[in-house]
């Protein structure tokens, strides 16, 4: 193999990336994602490898990119965080031209002293031997000289392009190109120009195999795992703890979601899992409110807070809707305590074997039934929306995470029933401006499940009692930046 590659030696000393004190001391070790790419290998078919990309650069603006963030499966394979690498799992032993076995080989960004003191700190070749554990590591440059024959394989999996990578142009080994020297090397079909679709395979490409692969290696969580989704859980109940406390009439949404946010980052979470959602009064009737925009939320009014923290690469996914002046009022109690109804009866069915399908059923038929005792629909069959989407998916290294359609033991999923009725809804009056959704992540046991969020309040009695504790930020006021000297 070494014949084939020409190490570029840069004058630079590896950083010790293991012992890093600049780093965090509960990452997944390299032999959680050595174990992650044995499990891969044992179920890919016979005679076939598994190829993967790392995700793409994204551009905010101008000379701006977006903080980047790995590819799941990338990451779930490698625990490497940088962009432009190209992993390949081989379901059997290659051999090198220098008569060397493996199995794996991965390609990533060199080392450059100049880039790394602009963008930060990079691993390149021997620092992934050493930090990752991998034994067959090279410059993505190489990947142009790396002449294994695809042909021989009878499959090839890889999740098909989106053709929404751009070429960096400065860099001839970047994604960009990484993605069109693999296509010419395993001779990728080209897309029909007057439907935009790939033609007919017609040879050993497999766009489709990985997704069932997939979705059963990561619905399964390790035990490591499991710890990394806990804290993450623990991170954000601690949010909407605190936001409780804090919560008075004339705070802004955008306030709200900076309280939330500042607690995540208290706990070292390194990102949020998804766009904040903090939705006051009617704003909280848009599912996916990323606005936050509300200068002045009002004592009447509810609002519901979707937000999950992300540590080290694992999300939680939690809503808690609440009274802004600390008290539900009558017809926002009745909403609220159906909609908590509904969540607690699909909880009793939570255990393995049960399709995730059969939760938004078991939610549905409570809300419809309460719904129409409370006139707000005329009966339990009427169509209508205002409770337009499913309760349950599953949670880690994606917000929406990869799962099978039935749970079983060591899932971690959310269950998550909302009732939501606009301005100008077809009921009266009084209810409308009304939206609340509960959402709780779980953990599938052997004969039920973990309520994963309990520390985060869900009942009327107790989200009313916690907003009455005096908060850390009551005596934190900012100056007037509009009021003149």
């Not at 990119?65 to 625990?79: E, M, R, S």
């Not at 255990?351 to 006139?375: F, H």
Request: hydrophobic letters at 35%.
């Amino acid at each position: 193999m070494r014949k084939f590659f020409t190490v570029i030696l840069l004058s630079l000393t590896l950083p010790a990336f293991a012992q890093n004190p600049d780093l965090p001391g509960d990452i997944l070790s390299k032999g959680f994602h050595q174990e992650r790419r044995q499990k891969l290998r044992a179920t890919l078919p016979p005679n076939s490898v598994a190829v993967f990309f790392a995700a793409a650069v994204r551009n905010r603006a101008n000379d701006v990119d977006y903080i980047y963030h790995q590819d799941p499966d990338f990451f779930y394979f490698t625990g490497y965080k940088e962009p432009d690498a190209l992993l390949f799992v081989f379901k059997d032993k290659q051999s090198a031209a220098n008569g060397t076995q493996y199995d794996e080989i991965l390609f990533v960004q060199p080392r450059n002293e100049l880039r790394e003191m602009w963008t930060g700190r990079r691993l390149g070749e021997a620092g992934v031997k050493e930090v990752l554990g991998f034994e067959q590591a090279f410059n993505n440059s190489e990947f142009k000289r790396y002449n294994v024959d695809f042909s021989k394989f009878d499959k090839i999996l890889f999740f098909d392009f989106q053709n929404d990578v751009r070429d960096s142009k400065r860099d001839s080994s970047d994604l960009y190109d990484l993605i069109a020297q693999f296509k010419v090397k395993v001779k990728y079909p080209e897309k029909n120009p007057l439907t935009l679709s790939v033609e007919p395979e017609k040879n050993n490409l497999d766009t489709k195999g990985l997704e069932s692969i997939m979705a059963g290696l990561r619905g399964i969580k390790t035990p490591e795992e499991i710890e990394m989704v806990r804290k993450a859980v623990r991170v954000s109940c601690a949010g909407q703890v605190e936001v409780m406390k804090a919560m008075k009439p004339g705070m802004s949404e955008r306030e709200i979601q900076g309280i939330h946010e500042y607690v995540f980052k208290k706990y070292q979470a390194e990102d949020l899992g998804y766009p904040s959602i903090v939705g006051a009064g009617h704003n909280g009737c848009i599912l996916h409110y990323i606005d936050n925009y509300k200068p002045n939320i009002t004592s009447k009014e509810l609002i519901l807070m979707d937000l999950g923290a992300e540590y080290r690469n694992y999300t939680a996914d939690i809503t808690r809707t609440i009274p802004v002046n600390g008290k539900f009022s009558p017809e926002q109690k009745l909403i609220y305590e159906l909609v908590l109804k509904a969540q607690e009866e699909a909880m009793k069915i939570c255990k393995p074997g049960t399709p995730r399908s059969q939760l938004t059923v078991v939610c549905r038929e409570v809300i419809n039934k309460g719904l129409a005792e409370l006139g707000i629909i005329k009966s339990e069959t009427e169509s209508h929306t205002y409770f337009p989407h499913g309760v349950c998916h599953h949670i880690g290294l994606d917000v929406h995470d990869r799962g099978g359609p039935t749970l079983e033991e060591n899932n971690t999923v959310t269950i998550e029933p909302g009732i939501y009725i606009p301005d100008n809804a077809k009921c009266d009056k009084k209810w409308w401006g009304i939206a609340v959704r509960i959402e709780d992540d779980y953990l599938v046991t052997k004969d039920g499940y973990e309520h994963l969020s309990a520390s985060a309040p869900r009942t009327v009695k107790d989200i009313e009692a916690m907003m009455k504790l005096p908060s850390a930020l009551d005596d934190f006021i900012l100056p007037d930046l509009d009021k003149k000297d």
